[in-house]
């Protein structure tokens, strides 16, 4: 079979959600299928770390799709000529987004509704467009997959749309986050926290991610306890940040907190299994793979009680109102003061993260994308 697969977030060393999505599903996908001939479709100049195998034809489609307006050039112009002149048989698009003037079969994952229930979380460039076209990408997709089951029956009850075409199949976590020994999370606390133990937030430093709460609420924490914590955040900062600077610039406690910036992915994995536990209180998650991987790393979860976050972690996780900064103090507090309860949500995350593999989701997708499921 001729799969063409949109692959513009393949973006060497700026692997973020959508790119590490694609990354881990068409890498397997394409060795695992060497009977396929995958075309990827890069807006720009690809890596070639990114052509997987031999069975891969890497096209590069002009422009780059980073706006509005070039996202109709893209997929509505572009795209339609190029699936016909690879004569592509199925078109499976990982990034929330279609060809509306295609014919071609169609699979698409909507990882979440975000642009229609929080318009004011996303670049003012890209809103309008979103709010206008994400519901006609849903309706135009022969099949739709969602990343969780909270995001399934969302776009049912937002959109409308009928639940029959719509499959759940859930992430899975790179191999790279594991447990490390006591050891080597004592190296990766001198170098990063002063050889301090430390609460750790990974993702987009934005709002929506709920990280001025999260500010204060450790401000609170550390108001009422006075342990040597620090908070580190790995991220970059997004378009939207005037209120994260605002809290920490407020804070009392803003010497204990850390800005690392976008963090090498073996850095990171080493983060997650030193901390003390992961904070990931987000108002609203689609999956919430860092909740996965801290639990992969044999590392507490703190999570908001909201969107996907009870799917994925179950019961490995302490649960906290996501609007309410007392009571994620007080989770924070409870980790820190009971480690014989953080250690029986470590044990519950063991059992947990069984659920969730990268190679049975590009298993379970190529038979939706091949139309054999």
């Not at 022969?142 to 749309?161: A, K």
């Not at 010497?255 to 003390?276: K, Q």
């Not at 507090?333 to 049975?360: C, H, M, N, T």
């Amino acid at each position: 079979m001729r799969i063409a697969v949109n692959t513009r977030f393949l973006l060497p060393d700026q692997l973020e959600g959508f790119g590490w999505y694609t990354h881990e599903i068409m890498r397997r996908m394409v060795i695992n299928h060497p009977e396929d001939t995958f075309i990827f479709l890069f807006d720009r100049a690809y890596d070639p770390r990114f052509v997987y195998a031999s069975n891969v034809k890497p096209v590069v489609v002009p422009p780059q799709a980073r706006h509005p307006v070039l996202f109709r050039i893209w997929f509505d112009w572009m795209l339609p000529r190029i699936l016909r002149r690879e004569r592509a048989e199925v078109f499976f698009s990982p990034d929330s987004m279609c060809s509306l003037s295609s014919d071609i079969r169609t699979v698409m994952t909507c990882h979440d509704l975000v642009p229609l229930h929080f318009p004011g979380q996303v670049a003012a460039r890209h809103r309008g467009f979103l709010l206008r076209f994400l519901p006609r990408f849903l309706r135009r997709a022969d099949h739709v997959l969602t990343v969780s089951e909270y995001v399934r029956q969302d776009i049912v009850q937002t959109c409308g749309i009928d639940a029959a075409k719509i499959t759940t199949v859930h992430n899975g976590c790179r191999d790279i986050f594991k447990p490390i020994q006591d050891i080597e999370k004592q190296q990766v606390r001198d170098y990063f926290s002063e050889g301090k133990p430390y609460f750790f937030y990974t993702g987009a430093i934005h709002p929506r991610k709920n990280i001025p709460r999260l500010i204060r609420a450790f401000d609170q924490f550390k108001m009422r306890t006075g342990v040597p914590v620090l908070l580190l955040l790995a991220g970059r900062f997004a378009w939207q940040t005037g209120e994260v600077r605002t809290a920490y610039e407020q804070v009392q406690s803003r010497a204990d907190i850390r800005f690392l910036g976008y963090v090498p992915e073996a850095d990171l994995a080493r983060l997650m299994a030193s901390a003390l536990a992961l904070t990931y209180v987000s108002l609203s998650e689609g999956f919430g793979l860092p909740v996965l991987e801290a639990m992969s790393c044999d590392t507490p979860v703190v999570a908001a009680n909201a969107g996907s976050l009870p799917e994925v972690a179950g019961a490995a996780a302490l649960y906290v109102d996501p609007l309410s900064e007392s009571s994620m103090a007080a989770g924070l507090e409870k980790i820190y003061a009971e480690p014989a309860f953080a250690q029986s949500l470590v044990e519950k995350g063991r059992q947990q993260r069984g659920q969730f593999s990268w190679d049975r989701a590009a298993a379970e997708i190529y038979k939706i994308v091949r139309g054999e499921a």
